[in-house]
């Protein structure tokens, strides 16, 4: 009789000859989806623990549990049909300085790994008023086109949301000052705040999950890199109501589980093969808080149905240099509600958030093939103090459409988490749009607007106060309807190689 070698090995890496196993059944665990087993799940990962390492197993079943801590050399593995769920009961969950954990908290510890085709369901549904929206504050909307009317839902409901929580469990999985961690093929679903935190690691590998949070979820982010290292995410789909992926740091003082406070350089990050979907930031390089961010690689990804496609955002000392990104199609579009972003395909700013820091800088990105579609711009926003230095857009194909919601959210720039009064402001809207930058190479870009009717859109390529800025192979205009609009437009720059066959009506430099 012949014998698939495959099963065999299988065999013997559930009984324990390929490494030991922990069956949660075991250590007394119910998957009847009512008992919590919090305490049998964390049985059964301390005896895998003590005696080494080796692989706990969560077979079919529903099981509910609140907050788990995993250890070094641990493996859980979902078999398919296991659904660890969240407690729908807030105090089933650990305490921490006023808030709680989430379902998984890891920390200090190296070689852990969560893969299998089950599910980790994090019940977020529960912790959210569903039937009402957050309202966006009058001071925010001050400055806006639409003054007090900015981003409001028509015909009344909640539009796009966010929807408004209530106390809820913070991050889903935790992982801090931990080495060497692999996330493979698992189901992630319904996180009631941010799904999945590195903070401080170093060696991340997180490949072909799917994590999908409700979409009308706050800060239902995907997955967030704090001060981290060397990290791939590759071959995922993350659809999450807050940013799908952001790379970031924060502060001394910040007290949110997981946190340590540390700063140091990030470096060595790889985003490839992933589809993303936001409310917010597809993709997010940087916040308020934040450290040095270097080699980040973004490739071969799409991004859909998204408020805002890729974001690079420089608010505090910290500097950001060699960011690449490739073969990358972007979706983009305007929203209801309080989300950040307004459409903008790549969104590049460097604006002050703190008024105590020395503001650190911006240098060497790259965009290289690049499929774009939008109800807003590409925007490329340097500041006197924090002038943007090398960024080249090549093959990039731009189609600026119409929107539904131009009315109540379009003509405007959001620059969130800069300091002072005016965050989200009305500007007229050129399709490429760049100010204070030293070194800006654009060619082969092909610009087309679609069904466009609001007269605040104008130029094909807008540029001021600039130096070094070179523009070849230009395809596109200015918007149709407009007549006072340009293929091209620079004010206030020096050393401008334009080449001759761009159709620019009129160029401003002094």
């Not at 001050?142 to 409001?152: A, D, L, M, S, V």
């Not at 700013?349 to 965009?367: L, T």
């Amino acid at each position: 009789m012949k014998i698939n070698s495959s099963i065999i090995l299988f065999y013997f890496f559930l009984s324990g000859c390929g490494g030991q196993s922990f069956d949660i059944l075991r250590f007394g665990a119910v998957g009847d989806g009512k008992t919590v087993n919090t305490v049998a799940i964390q049985k059964a990962i301390d005896a895998c623990f003590e005696n080494g390492g080796g692989t706990v197993i969560v077979p079919r079943g529903v099981f509910i549990m609140g907050t788990v801590y995993l250890k070094s050399n641990i493996h859980l593995y979902l078999e398919s049909g296991a659904v660890l769920r969240g407690s729908p009961n807030l105090e089933d969950y650990a305490p921490f300085n006023h808030v709680h954990y989430g379902m998984f908290y890891t920390e200090n510890s190296e070689n852990i790994s969560i893969t299998g085709f089950g599910q980790i369901d994090a019940n977020g549904d529960h912790f959210f008023e569903l039937d009402k929206a957050k309202s966006i504050p009058s001071e925010i909307k001050k400055f806006t086109r639409q003054g007090e009317n900015y981003r409001n839902v028509k015909d009344g409901g909640i539009g796009d949301g966010p929807v408004v929580p209530k106390d809820r469990p913070y991050q889903t999985l935790i992982f801090r000052n931990c080495k060497r961690v692999t996330l493979r093929d698992i189901f992630i679903s319904s996180a009631p705040m941010w799904t999945i935190l590195f903070a401080d690691c170093d060696g991340v590998n997180v490949d072909g999950i799917r994590l999908w949070t409700n979409m009308l979820a706050p800060n239902a982010d995907g997955i967030d890199l704090a001060s981290c290292n060397n990290v791939i995410i590759s071959n995922c789909d993350i659809r999450s109501g807050d940013d799908a992926i952001i790379i970031a740091g924060y502060d001394h003082h910040f007290e949110l589980p997981g946190f340590s406070g540390l700063r140091h350089e990030s470096q060595n990050f790889v985003i490839t093969n992933c589809h993303l979907q936001s409310y917010s930031s597809a993709i997010r390089i940087g916040s308020l808080d934040q450290n040095s961010f270097r080699n980040v690689i973004i490739s071969n990804t799409t991004i859909t149905n998204s408020t805002r496609g890729i974001g690079i955002f420089l608010r505090d000392e910290g500097s950001f240099e060699n960011i690449n990104v490739s073969n990358v199609v972007i979706e983009t579009r305007l929203r209801t509600g309080d989300w950040w972003g307004n459409a903008e395909p790549i969104h590049i700013s460097a604006i002050r958030g703190k008024d105590s820091v020395e503001m650190g800088s911006m240098q060497n990105i790259n965009f290289d093939n690049i499929i774009c579609k939008g109800e807003n711009g590409i925007l490329v926003y340097g500041t006197e103090e924090s002038k943007i230095r090398s960024v080249s857009f090549r093959n990039v194909t731009f189609e600026l459409t119409d929107s539904d919601l131009n009315d109540v959210a379009g003509g405007n720039i959001d620059l969130r988490n800069c300091l002072g009064e005016k965050q989200i402001f009305a500007r007229d809207i050129p399709g490429f749009y760049a100010q204070h930058i030293d070194g800006l190479d654009i060619e082969n870009f092909s610009l087309t607007w679609t069904g466009t009717q609001m007269p605040y859109f104008t130029h094909g390529i807008e540029v001021n106060n600039f130096r070094n800025l070179r523009i070849r192979h230009f395809e596109g205009t200015g918007s149709p309807i407009n007549p006072a609009a340009y293929p091209v437009w620079l004010e206030n720059g020096e050393n401008a190689d334009i080449e001759f066959n761009i159709r620019a009506k009129k160029i401003n430099i002094h």
